[in-house]
Each structure stands twice: as C-alpha cells, then as structure tokens.
C-alpha cells in the first residue's frame, strides 16, 4: 500500500483532566488508532478515552445491557431483561475481585474508566460530539465505576448450561437413545442421572431468565443465532517460508454493528502491545507486545451447573439443605424506567447462585452455579496481565490467572518458540460429571477448582505446528472423568481441516494463512459425495441435481450453484429425513415430530451436532433399518425433488442465478435496526454482500432460517512473529461506531471478498500510513486534574482543537 499523502492527514486536539503528559494518537489509514503515551496510567486513560471517542454508543449500551439499566432508556419493554441482568453481576468484595487478576489491573481498569468519563464529559458539556444514537433515542451517556467494567459478566461465552438442561429435557421426553441423536459426548462417555434429580420437574422454559441475562434483547436470533466457535494455530519455523513463526486467530462471534471488537495499539515505557480486545475493555486480548504473539479460541470449560431445589411448602423461598430448611437471600434493586416510575425488582439467591425459575405450585426452584459470577472471573479482563509478557514462560505463568471464559490460548516468540495453553477455572466435582442438572439439597457440591498446572498443554510440537478450532483436544492420556473439563466440544470439522492444510507442505505465508482463514471447502459435502455414486433417477430434474452435486468440488463459494443447492438440500431436506427415519425406529409415530423438534431445531438450520448427522449417514448400522443403504437412497431420491422446488421458490426458475452467495449474505445491523424498526437510518444496515462458507467451514459464516449470516470472522489477524510489520488484520464492518465517520464501513467489502489489511507496528510505518493525529493534552493550571467521574456532569475544562 502507498503511504497516505501527508496533505490530507488531519490534526485534533483534546484537553483531558487527569493526564499527567500529553498523548499522541496516530490513527491510520484502516481506522486503526495507535496510541503513545509517557506513562501506563496515561495511556490507558487514553485507551478509554479514545475507545469512547469511536464506539461510545456501543460502549453505553453494554454497561446499560451489564448493569440492567436498559429501562432507563428504551421504557418498560426492558425490564425483565434488567431484571436478569442484575442477577448475574458480581456480587462479591471488590478487594477479592481486583486481588485475583494480576497486580495492575485495578490502577489500568481505573485509567481507562476515568479516560471514557472524560470523553463523556466532554459530550454533555457540547453536544455536538454526542453520537447521533444519543439524539435518536433522547438520553445522554453515563459516566462510569472502575467496578462496571469487573461486574459485568454476562458478554461472555459460556458453558454448558444450555446443553445441560437441553440433554435433561431430551431424557424427560425422549429417552437417552434419542439423546445420542442430539449431541456427540467427548470423549465417548455414558449417561448417569444423578441420584435424587427428578427430570420431571424441569420445565421446557427453566433458562428463559439466564437467556434475557446473556443475550442482547435486540439480537432477534436469541440464544440459537449459530454457533459461536474460533480458530486459531500457530506455525514453527521449520515450515514457514521466512523462517520466522506464524500466528493466525480468527475468532467467531456474531455479527454486529458496529464491530463486536476493535483494534489498538498501546505503546508506553514496558508495554508495546497492538491487536484486539472489546472496546469496554482496557487492554488487548489477542495481538502481540512485540515479545510474544497470542491468540485465543473457545475452551469450554464447564463452568456452569443448574441446581434443583425442593422448597417448603410454607414458604417457597426456602429450599432443602443439608437436612433442613434454608432461606434464599432477598435483594431489592430500584431500576429507573423511562416515561415511568422506576420499578423495585426482586432478586432471590441460594447459596449455589441466582434463582432463575421457581414453581411454588410444585414446591420446586432452579438456580445457576457459575464459575463466571466469581472473583477475577470477568470476561477477558485477565488479558491485562500478559501484555508486558517478555516471552512464553511469562505468558504462560499470566494465564494462570485466567479465569474466564475457557480459552485455547496459543503463542508464539521470535525465537521460535510455539505452543498451546488452555486457560480458565475447572470445577472439581467430586461425585458427579456436569452433563445434567443436579439436586441442590447438598449431595452435589463443587470442592474448589482443579489446579490450572492439571491441564494439558504443548510446546514446539514435532509436528511443526499446533491448531485449535473448539474440538475436543485433549489427549488421549487425560483423565477426564476424574478432572473434567467437559463433554461438551464443536464438531471437528474446521480443526480436521486446518490440520490437513497445515500438515500438507511447509513454506507458509501470511498470505497462505489469510486463504486458509477464508477457507470455503466444505468437508461435509466432501464425505456426503460419495453416497450419490450409486444413486440414479429417471426425473431429469433430480439427474441435474445428483450431477451437479457429485462433479462439485465442494467448495461453498458465494459463487456456486452446487453450493446452493447443496446447503438447501442438505440442512433443511436430507437432514430431517434421514433423521426421523432413525427417530422412528425409536418412538410411536406420534412422538416422532416433537423428538425432531429437540434433535434438529427449526429456528436454525446450523444448531444441531454434524457429528451426529454424518455418523448416521456414513455408518447406519441399524438405525435407519435392515436395508440402510436402500433407506438412504430413498431419502436422497425423495428430498431432492423438495430441495430443487424450494431454491425455485427461493430464486426463481433460472438455475445458472442459483448460487449461493444470492442466498446466503452478510447484513451487520445496528441494535437501532431492531429498536426504531422502519423508522431506522439507513445507517443502522450495512450491505448486504454475498458470502461464501457455512458453519462448517475453515471461514465459519453461520446462518439462520432466512440464510442471512449470524456469526463468524468479522475479526482476523495473522502475525509475522519477529517481522511485526508484515502482519495483517480485518475488522469488519469498520474500526469506527461513528456513522458520519470514514471509518464506520469502510472495511465491509474487503471482509466480504476475504481481504486483509497490514496491521502496522513500527513507528516508521505508522507515520507513514497516518491520515488522523489526535493530541491528548492535561489541563494547564493547578486544580484542573480532578478526574472526571468526580466532576459535575455538565461542567468541566473540556476544549477541543480541530485542524486540517
């Protein structure tokens, strides 16, 4: 890429109160800021400052989320939903919740706070820095506590509530036959109702309160949106082409508007550390310090347990415990509603945690223990303490620290060192294995948590490289039925082929690595092939349809016509034949369509277990009759026909403008989209653009019923381990929450077409690619220091300078 012409780089200056030095902020050409400060202190208060000059709608609006303040702005729509939210802050000592993370991370959380309250200062004190989102909905932004940022957890990814409760509710109606339809357990592993738990009991909607609290009421999708997964891995020396270590990280979460994650660079005396963290965050999670690199994915670790009570029949708040009646805790919380009175909810906890569902009818409660709601459990805020990591044995030593979520942490050192941590807090259970809900009469109780040292981990593997995409990875040697981590893993799928590319040839790239992460090639459609060879009809239409899907090379590019036709008939036809054929073998017919309900959910054609699928493909046995082979080429010959009708009705009848890019796009929608409706701007949508990819592939792109892409890479980055500057990232659909300005879309179509841009590091690069110079400056004169979260609101010495 050219530098940026020198003439167009503009210049801005900001007085802050509290810095002791000025800032430099540098922002590039791909909206990335790179922030230099003379002090730690000062530049986190940059940080924070900076993340709410560019994302400060965004940020709000998950404090208010977090903190169950919703109602305050958007009325009484969202009270159930603050309600949740309340039940799952941190409600311990600050002193044990900041002691747990790594020393500084108090002092660095409370820069950054006192950074975002100045830039808030300065939008109440002039308005015309407020984001447009402000004057839409008519409300101001919030200053901020350092404790927002460590009580809030409800934004992490967390395990495996929801598949211990849905493997309860699919033994109460189905039996475990059907259950070993749902879900693959990893590693093989058998059944055990825990003595004393009654699954009666559990009624279908027992997690509706824990999914208000963790998911965004304005992500339509809810808690089923697709699968939310990663990849990453990390490449020795020995099979690069520069002779320098690779790493590559492409996280999968949904996908928003603006960017779910936002880069940084942070540079002061001990740290220079560049990549990408969530914008309410101080510090990066995934990028490098120019010492070490690092990236996560998904390890997950069973952190959660639903608990089952039996409470008196005189006075429902109490439950059995250890042989006698205890009393739930009571907490009354006042939540301001807008255009209302404010309304006084009620919080009921046990001893294991939050109550979430209570039948008093019954003489029955449900509560949730989680790992997550304890000290220095906040949801990447550990990543503070490996930014100054000087090399792998510090990194590794920072992680034990890590508590949440599970994460597959890989790294890489200049001098050629690789390798793979799990980091985050394993539940001991003494005299259970997590897979369902338990009694909370006191038979089942955690006893602490497994040493972090228990977990496997590699270094320099012989093979030359190391890969992780949420599959289960333990070895082979791992005891997990005495300390387990869970049963509960991804479908290999992407890992096996990461790990067939990267075990193919040395000589690799960042531009290999980039082709890898965008990686279209469908391995499901590579092992369903084979079962058309013998499959024939006389119906030209089905004999067009089996030609195309058995030449095909299986790649699921946005321009195929065998992808479309393959993703339509596969998911959404093959799928639930072959699937309740085997389900028939099983129940009376009139079981069989609520039975495929639980196994295949209609509202998302990605949530079931492809392991599952394939298996009963590949090997039958006897699940779908004496005659498998026959029952599947029946189920081919019959779905056909209906997956050919439905792209028709989808598409039209010109089969050459059936791929499936025209299908299945990308639309990053603001939450303003789903709050005001019609009424939205046009910038609460952008797009929307062709994808390529399922939730299968390397590129995960997973889609809902209408095929629009729910979840995937918005974020990339590879790293050139010692060549920093030779790096590169993606952040879609911009760094920016700002929709005026250049940087709020301006990296969507680049995404969208599996492009990449370089993630500089040197100052000399930097300078050359600036197109923005931000100045943080401290107020001059004596007693203009205070630090704005202690200011009035609407006053203070808050001056900014703009020049071109």
Known sequence: MPPHPADTTTTTTFTVPGLAAPVEIRVDRWGVPHLYAASRDDLFLAQGFNAARDRLFQIDLWRRRGLGLLSEVFGESCLEHDRAARLFLYRGGMADEWSAYEPGTERDTEAFVRGVNAYVALCRADPAHLPPEFTLLGHRPAYWEPADVARIRSHGLFHNLEQEVARALTLRDHGPDVEDLRRVREPAHDLRVPEGLDLSVIPDDVLRVYRLATTPPWESGGPARGPDGSNNWVIAPSRTATGRPLLANDPHRAVTLPALRYLAHLSAPGIDAIGAGEPALPGISVGHNGRIAFGLTIFPVDQEDLYVYRTSPADPRQYWYDGHWEPMRHVTETVPVRGAQPVTVDLWFTRHGPVIHDDPERGTAFAVRAAWLGPGMAPYLGSTGYLTADGPDAFVSALRRWGAPGENQVYAAPDGTIGWQPAGRVPDRPNWDGTLPVPGDGRYEWAGCHPVETLPSVRDPAQGWFAT?????????????????????????????????????????????????????????????????????????????????????????????????????????????????????????????????????????????????????????????PDPDGALRTAVLETLPAALAELGRLLGPDRDRWTWGALHQAEPRHPLAAWLGERAPHWTRIGPAPRGGSGDTVDATAYGADFRQTSGATFRLVIDVGGWDASVAMNAPGQSGDPAGPHYGDLFADWAADGAFPLLYGRAAVERHTTHVITLKPPEGPGTDTPPDRRDSDHGNYGVTNHR
């Open 469 to 625: 995409a949420n599959q289960m990875n333990l070895p082979p040697d791992y005891p997990n039925a005495d300390r387990t981590v869970t049963y509960d893993w991804h479908a290999p799928t992407r890992h096996d082929r990461i790990a067939a590319e990267l075990a193919a040839r040395t000589g690799w790239t960042v531009a290999d690595c980039v082709r890898l992460q965008t990686d279209h090639t469908s391995l499901t459609a590579r092992r369903v092939q084979p079962l058309l060879a013998g499959v024939s009809s006389d119906d030209p239409d089905v004999a067009w349809a089996l030609e195309r899907l058995r030449t095909w090379d299986a790649g699921l590019t946005s321009d195929s016509v065998p992808a479309a036709l393959f993703e339509v008939w596969y998911r959404r036809h093959l799928r639930p034949a072959v699937l309740g054929r085997a389900l028939s073998r099983l129940l009376p017919p009139d079981r069989c369509a609520a039975a495929l309900a639980r196994v295949l959910p209609a509202d998302e054609a990605a949530t079931s277990d492809p392991r599952v699928d394939l298996d009963l493909l590949l090997t039958p046995g006897g699940r779908l009759g």
